[in-house]
Structure formats: C-alpha cells, structure tokens
C-alpha cells in the first residue's frame, strides 16, 4: 500500500520533471541531437508526391529514424515522456489535416514505467490540400518538430525541415510505399462486429471486448482527463482492467485505442467519448480522440 508521504514525494518529482523537460523540449533551438557521437534521431520531411497540381490533397510527413535501443513518444506517452510535436509552416492558402500517429509499442522503462512509444523509424504525417492557385516554380514546404527520446537517459532533440516541391504536373514520389505503410498502421473506427463495454465500480475500470477470436491478444491504450492516473492495464479472458489511482475529478468518459492481436498482426481501434458511469455498462463509440495531457515521472538522467 502506498503511503501517504511516498504519494506526495512522487507528485513533486512527476512536477519537477515535467517543468524541467517542458523547459527545454519547448524553449530549446533547432539543432542536431548528438549523444556519445551518435545522432540519436535523424528527422526528415518527405511527400507522397513530386511536384503539386492547384487543389490537390497530397501526404506530408516527418520521417524518423532512431538508433537502436532508443525510442520517442506517442501523443500519449503513458507513465513518462513527452509526445512528439510538429509544427507545420506552409504557405498561404494550404490547409492541414489532423496529424497521423501510426499504433506505438507499449514499452517498459526504468522504475516499472510502462510507455506508449516508437523505436527504430516512425513517420507521422498529415494529408494536405493545396490552394486553387498556385505560382510557378518551386513551392517551399517547411516543419518544426520536437521530440524526446530515451533509453537510460533522455535527450531532448529538434530539427527544423524543408522541402521543395515543384508545381504543375504532379508524380508519385519515391516515399509513397513508405506512407501506405505507415498509413495501415493508423487506428480506425471500430471493425464490423466488435463491441467495446465499459463498467466502472469504485476505483476500477472493467472494458469488457466481444466479437474477436477467443484468445486473441488484447490490449487497451487509454486517454486520460489531465492529470488523471490509472494503474497498468490487467487481462483476464475478454475484459480488460484497469484501477484509478488519482482523478481530480471523477472519470466519466474514456477515450483510447483498443488494440487487438500481436506483432505485425495488431490492429488498432479508436475509442472516442465512451460515457462510464458507475456500475453501468456502456458500449463505446469510435471516433477521433486527443491529447488532453502529458505527464513526465522519471527518476532517469535528463540530458540538456
């Protein structure tokens, strides 16, 4: 059982943390990320296409790629860490769609953590619609993008990115079997035939999961309120478990990705706006959910 005095002294090092790295993912200058002589994460602004016509909706995305034993975060990055963020700069008259965050590992770290992230190489992107008119010549696509990542300490890194693209007739590029890929990986609305029901009783969660195989991997990937805790995600046949461990204000709706299957096989399902009140259950709808926090409780070495 937790003591009250060991509840506190881990809230002022989860605060002390987060204000440390916010201050330097957020107020830190675009430079390359150097540890040890190796650059941790390269960061790369790619497209679907070549060249732009006027009107059309194209892919634009940041490709990265870490070094081994490394990892950046989701947009929920779980016990620790802080999401990765991109800032896109384009010129006048392009417009944005919502960024793509691909399914991410649920991973370990130090101090029994466990952390939604992304190893090894991750493209998160957005579908773009181009203006009705555009000038001739090159058309300049630029982004700002901030991560951390983390293996036994972490490392706050940056880069600023550019792309030219020309205008006029338009061609695959060479990266788009690199967005497909990427783009089967993203969650979607729930599969025809699956239900997704929640219950809540005192401090704990039952998601109970029908309509997949019997014994089929299942995992759930939940979307806190801020500053809202819960303990780590418990199986047992069909129903998932889940305990609050701190809510300022009481949990009535869950959003989250629930993930069915394992390796190459998972398949992410999104989970948006389930209302949960005590002792009733009710079935999910999917949708688009997002970030509504982050939180950093790391007793690992920051590196500036």
């Known amino acids: 059982m937790k003591t009250v005095s060991r509840d506190l002294s881990s809230r002022i090092l989860r605060g002390v943390?987060?204000?440390?790295?916010?201050?330097?993912?957020?107020?830190?200058?675009?430079?390359?990320?150097?540890?040890?002589?190796?650059?941790?994460?390269?960061?790369?602004?790619?497209?679907?296409?070549?060249?732009?016509?006027?009107?059309?909706?194209?892919?634009?995305g940041v490709l990265y790629n870490i070094e081994p034993g490394w990892h950046i975060y989701w947009k929920y990055p779980g016990d620790s860490g802080i999401p990765t963020k991109i800032e896109w700069h384009l010129p006048p008259g392009f417009k944005v769609h919502d960024l793509q965050w691909p399914l991410p590992l649920r991973d370990k770290e130090p101090g029994d953590l466990e952390v939604f992230d992304y190893a090894s190489e991750i493209l998160l992107f957005a579908t773009v619609e181009a203006p009705d008119e555009l000038p001739p010549g090159l058309v300049t696509l630029e982004a700002k993008t901030n991560w951390l990542v983390c293996q036994s300490l972490c490392v706050p890194g940056?880069?600023?990115?550019?792309?030219?693209?020309?205008s006029g007739t338009s061609s695959a590029s060479n990266a788009v079997q690199l967005f497909d890929k990427y783009s089967a990986q993203v969650p979607k609305a729930l599969a025809k035939g699956i239900q997704v029901q929640f219950n809540r009783s005192g401090k704990k969660l039952e998601i109970g999961v029908s309509g997949v195989?019997?014994?089929?991997?299942?995992?759930?990937?939940?979307?806190?309120?801020?500053?809202?805790?819960?303990?780590?995600?418990?199986?047992?046949g069909s129903k998932l478990f889940l305990s609050i461990e701190s809510e300022p204000k009481p949990i009535d709706r869950i959003e989250g990705v629930l993930v069915v299957g394992s390796g190459d096989k998972r398949e992410g399902?999104?989970?948006?706006?389930?209302?949960?009140?005590?002792?009733?259950n009710v079935t999910a709808s999917a949708g688009r959910f997002h970030i509504k926090t982050s939180r950093v409780a790391r007793s690992r070495k920051l590196k500036p």
């Open 269 to 280: 399902y999104e989970i948006s706006g389930a209302t949960v009140p005590s002792t009733t």
């Open 213 to 236: 195989p019997n014994g089929e991997a299942l995992d759930f990937y939940p979307f806190l309120p801020v500053e809202a805790e819960v303990g780590h995600v418990s199986r047992n």
């Open 17 to 60: 943390c987060l204000t440390i790295c916010m201050l330097l993912f957020y107020h830190r200058p675009a430079v390359a990320q150097n540890y040890n002589g190796k650059e941790l994460v390269k960061a790369e602004l790619i497209s679907d296409v070549n060249a732009i016509k006027p009107g059309q909706k194209f892919r634009l």
């Open 158 to 166: 940056s880069a600023q990115l550019k792309l030219d693209l020309g």
